[in-house]
């Protein structure tokens, strides 16, 4: 397993601390498969999913030198799951021509503790400073389930342009672009 232990710490005004650390399969997986099993995460494609099929899917991605997933926590609550990949090592990557800088993030956003106006904002801008804060990365690309408005539009939000809609193996989908800010976010 590769599993990195570095952990990414952000201050975020009036938000909080975000923490972003890999996800470790053997200890995380009881968490991962709570939440992605839950009807709110049907556009993650796991809601039917075992504990066992969910700790295969984190280890073999903890095996990718290409695909790596991050439990997000807020002031040491879990909060998120998100993946990075590299488009050209992905289905993806067949449907709309990659550039070099390319980087794609999937986001599952957790139950919430209570809800709050302002949240998944807030916590998809620490992500995204997060993915930005690696130079070689250009071009932050997303592909939500064309039927999930409300991933779209916190993209939106986070500045993304709209792309053209793709047939991916599982879904069809509609990609975002957000270009690496000229000044730091």
């Not at 975020?12 to 995380?28: A, C």
């Not at 794609?104 to 930005?132: K, M, Q, T, Y």
């Not at 592909?143 to 993304?160: H, K, Q, V």
Request: hydrophobic residues 40%; proline residues 8%; glycine residues 8%.
């Amino acid at each position: 397993m590769r599993t990195e232990q570095h952990t990414y710490r952000s201050e975020v005004s009036g938000f909080g601390v975000v923490t972003i650390r890999p996800v470790r399969p053997d200890q995380d997986v009881d968490l991962l498969h709570g939440w992605v099993t839950q009807d709110r995460a049907r556009f993650w494609g796991m809601r039917e999913a075992s504990r066992e099929r969910v700790h295969e899917i984190y280890a073999y991605l903890d095996s990718l030198a290409t695909h790596h997933a991050y439990l997000v926590h807020r002031d040491g609550v879990p909060a998120a799951l998100a993946q990075t990949y590299q488009p050209e090592a992905d289905p993806v990557g067949e449907c709309y021509d990659v550039r070099p800088g390319d980087v794609g993030v999937h986001l599952l956003i957790g139950p919430p503790v209570a809800v709050e106006r302002g949240f998944s904002d807030a916590l998809f801008g620490a992500i995204l400073d997060f993915v930005l804060a690696d130079p070689s990365r250009l071009r932050v690309v997303v592909e939500p389930d064309a039927r999930n408005d409300r991933a779209i539009n916190l993209s939106l939000r986070a500045g993304f342009r709209p792309g053209p809609l793709i047939d991916l193996p599982d879904k069809r989908a509609r990609l975002l672009f957000l270009d690496r800010p000229a000044v730091p976010r």
